[in-house]
């Protein structure tokens, strides 16, 4: 089953020109795309596939501050606000609610972990209780446990990853931006240096502007423009159920796994941070770079198979502008869930919360976690001037879209940023990352 996803209508012409074309219909490029439309400008949203359709509807949905890394830390809480704040004028439904995160461990050395970044949250005004072990009991006693401690995010929440993106590009045509679905960007066009259009698929579309949205896309993407971005893809799963979850928390980690409801009253189970590395022509380019990420977190990690090859969304090649590209042949990547990570999820979370026995299966998906190697974003014009590139999410982009879309539209627009983002411009990347990977 893939992950569920509600529809938008698409525009019935693309545009000649626009002041700004936006590509890929994640939750970055639509709320980019959302913010450039309401400071007037007339906005292109251009994606390949379906809006919404990778990463941005195969998460958990958290939104939080909690263990951001010190780079992201004001983007995610001024995400925040903006989660609430647009549904209060645009009046589409996300289903953002700061229901609060909780956290419980048992292990000395992650409560160390939390209770430094406790410290790095007071500094920055964001609330973070750590729990005693009991209060962490009683905050998790849907688990029947007793825990050594743990930390409560109150401020922290979810949306629903089925509904966000749709409602976010809804707005944008509400205001009067348009929205092309299978519509692949396959380059970019420049005039004395400075980008002057995009081609798509359906044609050509005159800009001096573009963002770069497009998640485990945009390395392949920057290839052809002879820009360097390196990126790895991590291919993550989980499974959804269906229970009355009577007194199951909304959102639940420990290291084993971690248990979220979504908008539609289902749970999602995920062993957090697991997954497999597809080995692919990209990752081989790149894994020198990526050595200080994998020396740091590869206990989580496994070595996948050939779906990555297969995919084509980190192909080497370079490719024609005048024929179909991989990104045509590969609309919606929709990699297979790992059997074994699903079942391992279902039992360690049926074991954790007992009341969840007994919860029916009722789908399972995958999903490529497009990652830096520091693991924080890549949000910065590069490259050609009026490229903006916004990717490399890291496994956080989703509750920080709001936040990230506004910053790119900043960039694009050529105004302030909403927060400081110099600490996340992708020129670091030439630099090595050992000593800079984010702790979570
Ligand atoms: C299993 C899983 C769990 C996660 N859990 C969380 C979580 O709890 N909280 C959190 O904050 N984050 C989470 N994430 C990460 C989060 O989902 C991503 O960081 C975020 O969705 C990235 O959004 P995006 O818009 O950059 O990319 P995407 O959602 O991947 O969107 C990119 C879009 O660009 C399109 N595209 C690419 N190339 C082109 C082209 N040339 N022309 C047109 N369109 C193009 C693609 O079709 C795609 O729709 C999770 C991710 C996964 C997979």
């Not at 401020?155 to 944008?172: H, I, M, N």
């Not at 919860?359 to 490259?383: H, K, L, N």
């Amino acid at each position: 089953m893939p992950a569920p996803l509600a529809r938008v209508e698409s525009s019935p012409q693309l545009p000649a020109s626009a002041d700004v074309v936006v590509i890929g219909g994640g939750i970055i490029g639509s709320f980019a795309a959302y913010y450039l439309r309401r400071r007037g400008l007339q906005v292109a949203l251009v994606e390949k596939g379906l809006i919404g359709a990778e990463q941005s509807s195969r998460n958990w949905g958290w939104c939080r501050q909690q263990n951001r890394d010190e780079r992201e830390l004001p983007m995610a809480t001024k995400s925040l606000e903006l989660w609430e704040r647009f549904t209060a004028d645009t009046g589409e439904q996300t289903g953002f609610r700061r229901c609060g995160l909780l956290y419980l461990s048992n292990n000395e050395k992650e409560l160390a972990g939390w209770a430094r970044w406790g410290e790095l949250a007071r500094s920055a005004g964001v609330t973070s209780h750590m729990l005693s072990a009991a209060e962490a009991s009683e905050r998790g006693r849907a688990t029947g446990r007793s825990w050594r401690g743990g930390v409560y995010s109150p401020t922290d929440g979810t949306a629903d990853p089925a509904r966000a993106a749709p409602a976010v590009a809804r707005a944008l045509l509400k205001l009067g931006g348009t929205v092309h679905q299978h519509c692949a960007v396959r380059g970019i066009e420049t005039a004395a240096g400075s980008v002057s259009g995009v081609i798509t698929e359906r044609g050509s579309i005159r800009t001096g502007s573009v963002i770069l949205a497009a998640g485990a896309w945009a390395s392949s993407f920057c290839r052809q423009l002879g820009i360097r971005f390196p990126q790895a893809t991590l291919r993550q799963s989980l499974l959804a159920v269906t229970s009355d979850g009577d007194g199951v928390p909304d959102a639940l980690f420990t290291d084993e796994v971690t248990i979220t409801r979504r908008g539609d009253g289902r749970y999602v189970f995920a062993c957090g941070g697991r997954g497999r590395i597809d080995p692919t022509p990209q990752l081989l380019r790149f894994s020198g770079t990526f050595l200080p990420m994998f020396a740091r977190r590869w206990r989580k990690l496994a070595p996948g198979g050939l779906e990555g090859l297969r995919s084509g969304h980190e192909s080497l090649s370079r490719w024609q502008l005048d024929r179909p590209t991989p990104m045509e042949r590969m609309r919606i990547l929709d990699p297979a869930p790992d059997q074994g990570l699903i079942r391992l999820a279902h039992r360690r979370a049926v074991k954790l919360v007992p009341a969840l026995q007994g919860c029916e299966v009722t789908g399972s998906w995958g999903g490529y976690v497009d990652t830096t190697p520091d693991g924080v974003p890549a949000i910065g014009e590069c490259g050609i001037p009026g490229f903006v590139l916004a990717a490399g999410f890291s496994g956080h982009g989703f509750g920080i879209g709001p936040g990230a879309g506004h910053v790119a539209a900043d960039i694009a627009s050529g105004v302030a940023p909403i927060v400081d983002a110099r600490s996340l411009h992708p020129d670091r990347l030439i630099k090595s990352a050992w000593g800079k990977v984010a702790d979570f």
